[in-house]
């Protein structure tokens, strides 16, 4: 009797189908993000250059501190990060021109008109044992009370938030309403809050 061969499979698909599975699983999934800062450092000074010593009125400047304990200081006042973007809006704008808060300069902004502009600076600084998580909520804090006042400065000159302005316009507003916040060098902070 003749022996029966068992007929083989056919794989030769199987490598591609594994590919196209493999490829429809990276295009589908998503991958976790890293979060960043977007932050423009200063140019590198000339050497030729001299250095001027800038003197910075005390009123302009609100310095927000992170112990190593998460717990956030805005001035010397204790503060949940919650209420650090209005505070800092406050300071920053100064409604009611109070005399500790910054002072403003009538600037001519060129293609525009003179505004007064904030001399307004935040001085970061937070303890090297400072958690990540609230030194991001923290930053994201002072650049929502920077945006929100972008947004309310847009809608009184141009009747729209600033995300829809033209990019001339966007530079005339950053120039009149500008993001100096002042990182320092993580260092202990003993800060006692709460």
Do not use: H
């Amino acid at each position: 009797m003749s022996k029966k061969s068992t007929p083989g499979l056919n794989t030769s698909s199987t490598a591609d189908i594994a590919f196209l599975l493999l490829c429809y699983f990276l295009m589908t999934t998503t991958m976790g993000s890293q979060t960043g800062l977007a932050r423009r450092l200063p140019p590198i000074p000339d050497s030729k250059q001299q250095v001027e010593d800038q003197k910075i009125n005390r009123r302009n400047i609100i310095v927000v501190r992170i112990n190593s304990a998460d717990r956030v200081l805005a001035g010397s006042e204790p503060i949940e990060i919650a209420y650090l973007k209005e505070k800092v809006k406050e300071f920053l704008d100064n409604p009611n021109n109070d005399p500790n808060l910054p002072e403003k300069e009538i600037k001519e902004i060129e293609g525009f008109k003179a505004v007064p502009v904030s001399k307004g600076v935040i001085s970061l600084q937070n303890d090297r044992g400072t958690s990540y998580a609230t030194y991001i909520a923290v930053q994201n804090e002072l650049v929502k009370a920077v945006n929100e006042l972008r947004d309310e400065f847009s809608m009184a000159n141009f009747g729209k938030k600033y995300s829809r302005l033209s990019e001339e316009e966007q530079g005339w507003v950053k120039k009149a309403i500008p993001q100096n916040i002042s990182e320092a060098e993580p260092k202990d902070v003993n800060a006692s809050t709460r």
